[in-house]
């Protein structure tokens, strides 16, 4: 297929497959397929209400209490405002993908690091979301745990972990649209529970908005700003780089997209407005409870704030807890997890079954053992994900200029098979990248993430495309 023919077939994200290729690679299945525009739901609104409800996650108070012996309170929010806003260095790239192409993440690394070697590069995010999905889990467990214990005297950790990780499953398995209708019940209520803490905090406990910010713990802490702030990026940097698993159902159209001035006006604000807002106020949410109470298990939190009021309270808290360990599992971690298993066996494994074998998986491995290290877990996250981010981006941004070839994705004698199915040039940059950061402590992750994307692109301009011709990079 010559570079203009493929450049017009991704407008119409209609894919030819190739049903004479006598390779035993599977690489299609129904639910990896491009998303047709004519089939997508997600506007720029119902964007911001799932970032929103995503953002508001429980692990947030545990990231601040282990931040507070380190840092002030304001240090601390502004970490979480520097971080947070440092994901949109990745997501305005990342977000097209899913936009243009109507792709998911494992099927949108098959141009950078070839058919098999796309699927070792998933696993690099869906390990971490697997991770987080039975952390979470236990977190919101833990947390429900010790309010039904306080109120009714029932005491059953892993009754709740099983009840929360079996409803988060079998909602996510529904799709965006039942993803996108929770968000939007979600949002308002969390909003309200939100601020109804905050205010017994203050009321309780006498603080001040002028006397908060300068609080601090212990003071025997060695975590720096800069560190917390890779730390708060590290939580999400797993999403900020398969973003397009949420981005393929936005809407758009054949015109629209082939601008990427549009595409990022259009999509990218929303995501900001729906995230930072949250991510920064249910942060001082937490390190408030912290100051407060001493604690830093959000379970203790929040029946110490809830004591001497009345049960109505803690019912709350437990509904918060509960559907904002939901709205997070279900798109940041769940999502990813399942389409890269999907991915794996497409003829086999359909998106539903992909979902409920990775919660399986995140509910069985506990990972909760690494509860008190959550913060350099969240850094090391990231740190490793930064070089798949960069090669991804040189390749689709810098190297063939937004253009792929949609049919050759999903054809396993196409030109993205390589030496082997694999990219030789993905797989060095990976693990220079990745060599060469580690020693950056605070700035690891934009280290790796510019030093494996320069690396692969220059590998792929002066070795890769002549030995295994890229039309759209040639051209």
């Known amino acids: ?52 409800a995503m953002a508001v996650e429980i692990t947030l ?11 002030t309170v304001l240090e601390i929010i502004f970490a979480c405002f520097i971080g947070h806003t440092l994901l949109f260095s990745v997501m305005w790239v990342t977000q097209d993908i899913g936009i243009k192409y109507g792709i998911s993440f494992p099927v949108a690394l098959r141009p950078s690091f070839g058919y098999v070697g796309s699927l070792i590069a998933a696993y690099f995010r869906a390990i971490p979301a697997i991770f987080w999905f039975g952390f979470q889990t236990w977190v919101a467990a833990s947390a429900i745990n010790g309010i039904t214990n306080a109120i009714w005297g029932l005491n059953n950790l892993v009754l709740w972990i099983m009840v929360l990780g079996v409803i988060q499953i079998a909602h996510t398995t529904l799709g965006i649209k039942a993803v996108s209708r929770l968000s939007n019940l979600a949002t308002p209520l969390l909003l309200i529970v939100g ?81 930072i807002p949250a991510v920064v106020f249910y942060t001082f949410i937490g390190v408030i409870g912290v100051a407060t109470t001493g604690h830093s298990n959000p379970a203790e939190i929040l029946v110490a704030l809830s004591q001497g ?48 074998i990775a919660g399986l998986v995140g509910l069985v491995s506990k990972p909760w053992a690494a509860a008190d290290s959550l913060v350099d877990v969240m850094v090391i996250i990231g740190n490793l994900l930064a070089p798949v981010a960069g090669i991804m981006i040189s390749d689709y941004f810098f190297l063939r200029k937004r253009t792929i070839n949609i ?52 590998m792929m301009k002066l070795w890769i495309i002549k030995k295994y011709p890229q039309p759209e990079i040639e051209d």
């Open 61 to 71: 108070f545990m990231s601040a209490a282990q931040l507070y012996d380190s840092l």
């Open 309 to 356: 009021h009345s049960e109505i309270m803690m019912v709350l808290c437990l509904i918060f807890i509960a559907v904002a360990t939901w709205c997070t599992n279900d798109t940041a971690n769940l999502f990813p997890a399942g389409y890269a298993i999907s991915s794996t066996f497409p003829s086999k494994i359909n998106f539903a079954k992909g979902i409920i």
């Open 1 to 52: 297929m010559s570079y203009k023919s493929h450049q017009s077939k991704a407008y119409d994200l209609d894919v030819t497959l190739n049903k004479n290729s006598r390779s035993k690679l599977s690489l299609a299945g129904e639910d990896i397929l491009p998303r047709k525009y004519s089939e997508r739901t997600i506007t720029p609104n119902k964007l911001i209400t799932i970032w929103f």
């Open 407 to 458: 049919d050759a994705l999903y054809d396993a004698d196409g030109q993205y098979k390589y030496w082997k199915n694999i990219n030789p040039a993905a797989f060095i940059a990976l693990i220079v990248g990745t060599i060469i950061s580690w020693p950056f402590g605070d700035f690891a992750f934009f280290v790796g993430l510019i030093s494996a994307a320069v690396l692969y692109y220059y």
């Open 195 to 275: 601020f109804y803490i905050l205010y017994i905090a203050f009321t309780d406990y006498g603080l001040s908005f002028s006397n908060v910010w300068g609080m601090k713990g212990t003071g025997e802490g060695s975590y720096s700003l800069m560190y917390a702030a890779m730390s708060f990026m590290g939580g999400w940097a797993t999403l900020s780089v398969s973003i397009m698993d949420i981005t393929r159902d936005c809407v758009s159209d054949a015109e629209q997209v082939k601008s990427f001035k549009k595409v990022m006006l259009k999509y990218l604000p929303p995501q900001w407005i729906g995230i």
